[in-house]
């Protein structure tokens, strides 16, 4: 604006340089902001690979480095919940999923799905049923990827499984079946646990022995038993 105005009120000011300033801090701004999400889309892989010093290392360079973007400052928030859910430190985890979902989002509104799935699971590690409730409520009707329909099938199992909702997770139990086939070993083993458990309570003994061999091949069910308790009835 002082270039354009500057002549008309008599500001004697050299346009040109005052753009090139202006365009320099720019370019080093917008250099910085691109370190900070190159920092920040790191992070998953470190965390799927069990190394979570260098996660969380390179997560916190990400929130303390400059960006002209807030989406960044939000994806490794997003990211370090991740972490401490897989740090098994649910209650940090649940607290920072719910500073996320309070944020207004704009274009990285799909983190909001991704962070109500961490949020329901964390609260059922808590053993908070009903806020776990409430996050699955306000997932159903969104449109999800195959990743996040897995692991929404997945926790929404284990939520019904400790409120005796027996005959709805035998509802479609064949497509279940085919999407725990999708999921990772150990999720597979799980989901396939939670509905084996439902078969058995319903007295549908040839589902039930049939899913509980799937699960035997997949897992060592005396730590899954130990993860959930409930299931322990499988394996007396």
């Not at 801090?25 to 892989?45: D, E, F, K, N, Q």
């Not at 985890?93 to 979902?101: E, K, P, W, Y």
């Not at 996040?148 to 997945?154: F, G, I, K, V």
Request: proline share 2%.
């Amino acid at each position: 604006m002082a270039c354009v105005l500057g002549p008309a009120i008599g500001l004697k000011i050299d346009a040109s340089m005052v753009l090139l300033g202006i365009g320099v801090v720019w370019v080093v701004l917008s250099m910085r902001s691109v370190h900070g999400s190159r920092l920040a889309a790191g992070s998953p892989l470190l965390i799927a690979a069990g190394r979570f010093d260098a996660a969380e290392e390179q997560i916190d360079g990400a929130l303390r480095a400059f960006s002209l973007s807030k989406k960044v400052k939000l994806l490794s928030l997003h990211h370090l919940a991740v972490l401490r859910h897989a740090q098994q430190r649910w209650q940090e985890s649940a607290m920072l999923c719910r500073v996320l979902l309070n944020q207004r989002l704009g274009s990285a509104g799909g983190l909001m799905r991704a962070s109500r799935l961490i949020l329901a699971d964390s609260l059922l590690e808590l053993n908070d049923l009903t806020g776990a409730h409430d996050s699955l409520s306000r997932l159903h009707g969104d449109r999800m990827s195959l990743a996040e329909s897995l692991q929404l099938m997945l926790v929404q199992l284990d939520y019904e499984s400790r409120i005796g909702a027996w005959s709805h997770m035998m509802g479609g139990i064949t497509g279940k079946v085919e999407m725990a086939e999708l999921m990772s070993g150990e999720a597979a083993a799980r989901a396939q646990a939670f509905l084996a458990l439902a078969a058995l309570k319903l007295g549908k003994t040839d589902w039930a022995t049939w899913l509980r061999r799937r699960v035997e091949l997949l897992t060592d069910v005396k730590e899954l038993c130990i993860t959930r308790p409930l299931l322990a009835e499988l394996w007396p």
